[in-house]
């Protein structure tokens, strides 16, 4: 049975920092790009980082450039991102996604709520 379990989320003053963790199971990780997506309300789901394999090629979206770091560690099967300079309009429900071939998975997500 595969799962990714998110952690991390929480709620923090603008200019803070949180760092999301997903936890894989049941897949060969170390096979799986790995994205981060967030969802705010009202608004369409939008790809945040993602990180490839073999060499861990990252990407990310132009509003968190330079302030989120997307992370892989395939020995803990984990994926992570570190967000610095939170911003009132981070808030959103930021769920992993683990991708290989036609195999997609998502997990259940954790909210991040950035006050100002």
């Known amino acids: 049975q595969v799962q990714l379990v998110e952690s991390g989320g929480g709620v923090v003053q603008a200019g803070g920092s949180l760092r999301l963790s997903c936890a894989a199971s049941?897949?060969?990780?170390?096979?799986?790009?790995m994205r981060w997506y967030r969802q705010a309300p009202g608004k369409e789901r939008e790809l945040v980082a993602s990180?490839?394999?073999?060499?861990?090629?990252?990407n990310y979206a132009d509003p968190v450039k330079g302030r989120f770091t997307i992370s892989r560690d395939n020995d803990k099967n984990t994926v992570r991102l570190q967000m610095n300079s939170l911003k009132p309009e981070d808030t959103a429900m930021y769920s992993c996604?683990?991708?290989?071939?036609?195999?997609?998975?998502w997990g259940q997500g954790t909210q991040v709520t950035v006050s100002s």
């Open positions: 996604n683990a991708h290989y071939l036609f195999y997609k998975y």
């Open positions: 990180i490839t394999i073999p060499g861990g090629s990252t």
């Open positions: 049941g897949i060969t990780f170390s096979s799986y790009t």
